[in-house]
């Protein structure tokens, strides 16, 4: 079997051993514009990386307790994301003193009833 493995392996690293000069040679330096690009990502990654790595620390921590929670909840809250058609009729969630959440519906605007243009020009009358 080992002999097997071996030859299956051998094949695909000597295409790539062969290949890597050809490549190397074709490769043109890169111009203004590439190397200005790279020097941006490479800035950027430098100045991302204190957050990201801080990122990575709070999901290690979170990591455990939102699979516990998406694995109670996960049915209700697909449940209750079928119900609902539009979540941009609702305020955001509020929860209460005694720890109720409460999801209010955004108040509609109704429109007026047009009025008669002569209903302004008439004088009230009192009765």
Known sequence: MFHV???????????????????A???????LMER?????LDGLREEMAPALDDMAALLQEAGPA???????????????MTQVEDWSVY???EV?????????RKPQDIPEEP????????????L
């Open 66 to 80: 939102m699979q516990d929670f998406l694995k109670h909840m996960g049915p209700k809250l697909r449940e209750v």
């Open 36 to 40: 200005g690009a790279q020097m941006f």
């Open 25 to 31: 040679q074709e490769e043109a330096p890169p111009s």
């Open 5 to 23: 493995m071996r030859k299956i392996f051998a094949v695909p690293l000597v295409g790539l051993l062969l290949a890597q000069p050809l490549l």
């Open 91 to 93: 305020e955001a969630p």
């Open 96 to 104: 209460l003193e005694n720890g109720d959440i409460i999801i209010r």
């Open 115 to 126: 009025t008669s243009p002569f209903a302004q020009d008439m004088p009230q009358i009192d």
